[in-house]
């Protein structure tokens, strides 16, 4: 086995000395005061073995790391059903994007932009009794950590800001992919995203996407078939339009958020989570997209 805590020191000290860390989300005001300075990597064998380097025990706001969790949910409750309302096509665009979305009579490209995970939600909340506390409880569950909560002040700041949000839902609506009422839907949506983890809590939420479904409880969530389906959606569409550069540079399938978090994985081997708030052009974490490629690098262990 490697020296995982070596190679993750290693990353860890030439990273943090890069001259330029990219520049913090400040579309959403509440994330615009992070710390840029702010780095942690984790890393969790299927052994169940830890390692970890930098502020990786900090809480920071997932962002759209939370979509691949609510894809989760929806294709436990309704399976297949999912693919009927939203396509599995990379995007080439950014995450926001709605051109696309009217052309292609409001089936969003993938469940991982914003309008594909606002169809998702749409799902959840018709399928859950309560659906922001029943939610929570699922990502509590599969992190096996009852402190895992929302970020209040986060979700309050989306919803007033979230203009493109609110237009991807109507445009949804019009074409009739959007069951309930658009607030509802964007209420539960904005808190999905507020959602507060780790790095270490954030590759215990995705052993689940290495393990066959398995969550650290041993609880099966959802079936093989489906974590096949779920880990090729984040490989191909998990960076927008930046996921063909991270699949070149370093090979695993995973996915981003504006937060600054990225999670990646290898099945049966590991999951591993990186933050730095620190965007680069693409809105992907820019220290966060080198670690990751100085670890299969040096590892030598990604799928292909």
Known sequence: MPDYQAILNTIYSEAIQASDKGIVASYI??????????????????????????????????????????????????????????????????????????????????????????????????????????????????VNDNSVNYNMDVAQSEKATGFKNYAAANLLKSFKNLNNPVEEVLDFYFHQCSIEMTCSQLSNAFYLFANNGCCLRNKLHINDRQVKRINAIMLTCGFYDEAGEFAFEVGLPGKSGVGGGIVALLPDKFVITTWSPGLNVKGNSKLGMLALEQFTTKTKLSIF
């Open 29 to 142: 005001p509440e994330l615009a005061h992070i710390d840029i300075n702010n780095f942690g990597i984790h890393l969790r064998t299927s052994e169940g073995k830890n390692f970890g380097v930098g502020d990786y025990n900090k809480l920071f706001s997932i962002q759209s790391i939370s979509k691949v969790l609510a894809l989760s949910k929806a294709m436990e409750l309704v399976g297949e059903a999912v693919w009927d309302r939203v396509d599995v096509e990379p995007s080439g665009n950014p995450f926001n994007f709605l051109t696309l979305l009217e052309v292609e009579n409001g089936i969003p490209r993938n469940p991982l932009i914003n309008s594909g995970a606002i169809v998702i939600s749409d799902i959840l909340v018709s399928k859950l009794k309560n659906p922001k506390d029943d939610f929570l409880n699922y990502i509590r569950d599969l």
